[in-house]
């Protein structure tokens, strides 16, 4: 099961945790684990490649996890960009999860 966790102060998404395989197939042939592991580093590359943001990103590769936490003190600009770019990957990974509930579950913590 793939668990995603967006954490929130007030309105704003401030971090999210990606964690576990989604069992669907197996590793390495997962259309599930393949498309949340695209929408993950695309953000990733975004809001730190593309913006220039150095958002604090752990990954552990034995426990298939991932998280990203926005640097405080952005820009108004920069802030409504993650705020959209954030909200556009919890969308997306809540919709997967509705084709895929019993793979992936997505929480706002």
């Given at each position: 099961?793939?668990?995603a966790a967006f954490h929130l102060e007030g309105a704003r998404i401030v971090?999210?945790?990606?964690?576990?395989?989604?069992?669907?197939?197996?590793q390495g042939e997962d259309?599930?684990?393949?498309?949340?592991?695209?929408?993950?580093?695309?953000?990733?590359?975004?809001?730190?490649d593309v913006l220039g943001l150095e958002a604090s990103v752990k990954v552990k590769?034995?426990?298939?996890?991932?998280s990203l936490k926005l640097p405080?003190?952005?820009?108004q600009q920069n802030e409504s960009t993650c705020q959209s770019l954030l909200t556009a990957l919890m969308l997306y990974l809540?919709?997967?999860?509705?084709e895929y509930p019993?793979?992936?579950?997505?929480m706002e913590v």
């Open positions: 099961m793939i668990t971090s999210f945790q990606v964690e576990g395989h989604s069992g669907l197939a197996s259309i599930l684990c393949a498309a949340v592991t695209s929408a993950v580093r695309l953000t990733e590359c975004t809001v730190n590769e034995d426990k298939a996890l991932i405080g003190g952005l820009s809540s919709q997967l999860h509705e019993d793979n992936i579950i997505v």
